[in-house]
């Protein structure tokens, strides 16, 4: 059975940082395209992020560039990213969901929030 | 970008009506859309693919259509457990994907 569970949530101050895991089980992980997905408090679904099989393809939502960071680590099935220069508007629940643009499957996600 | 636009934003029906919501996106996007179900604090779950491709163990009262610009989403006979946020998703511009709105659904 395939399981994803998102780790890393929690308050931060703007302009902090924070590191999301997502610990991938019961499927080949190396096998597939990872996607963050975000949804802010009361708010629809936005892409955030994705990564291909190997790394070397990556791609991010233009309101991330240059402060987010998605990687993977296939030898421990986990998803992560990393969250630099954080701002108000970053507050919502993250998702990692496997797939590039058909998501079968989500983690629960993890609440960030982004407040003084 | 690719805007997609859902109506209605909410709606309000009884068991056992029809309920259908539409997705409109900004450019043709052939049949790459794809329509979720959110429960509250649950995250979303795929009930259509490519359109009109029903996933594997959703309920047959869900169903889709459409291609280009404009796409139907439709639930023949409203159920008390389909009560959920509803949206669709285009995936023709890669890398970038977007979603709809939502449609919140609701029992009268």
């Known amino acids: 059975e395939v399981h994803l569970v998102e780790s890393g949530g929690g308050l931060v101050q703007p302009g902090g940082s924070l590191r999301l895991s997502c610990a991938a089980s019961g499927f080949t992980f190396s096998n597939y395209w990872m996607t963050w997905v975000r949804q802010a408090p009361g708010k629809g679904l936005e892409w955030v992020a994705n990564?291909?099989?190997?790394?070397?393809?990556?791609y991010y939502v233009d309101s991330v560039k240059g402060r987010f960071t998605i990687s993977r680590d296939n030898a421990k099935t986990s998803l992560f990213l990393q969250m630099h220069i954080l701002r108000a508007e970053d507050t919502a629940v993250y998702y990692c969901?496997?797939?590039?643009?058909?998501?079968?499957?989500w983690g629960q996600g993890a609440l960030v929030t982004v407040s003084s | 970008d690719i805007q997609m636009t859902q109506s209605p934003s909410s709606l309000s029906a009884s068991v056992g009506d029809r309920v259908t919501i539409t997705c409109q996106a900004s450019?043709?996007?052939?049949?790459?859309l794809n329509w979720y179900q959110q429960k509250p604090g649950k995250a979303p779950k795929l009930l259509i693919y490519d359109a009109s491709n029903l996933e594997t163990g959703v309920p047959s009262r869900f169903s889709g259509s459409g291609s280009g610009t404009d796409f139907t989403f439709t639930i023949s006979s409203l159920q008390p457990e389909d009560i959920a946020t509803y949206y669709c998703q285009q995936y023709d511009n890669l890398p970038q994907l977007t979603f709809g709105g939502g449609t919140k659904v609701e029992i009268k």
């Open positions: 969901a496997r797939g590039r643009w058909l998501f079968e499957y």
């Open positions: 450019q043709d996007i052939g049949n790459y």
């Open positions: 990564i291909e099989q190997d790394g070397n393809e990556i």
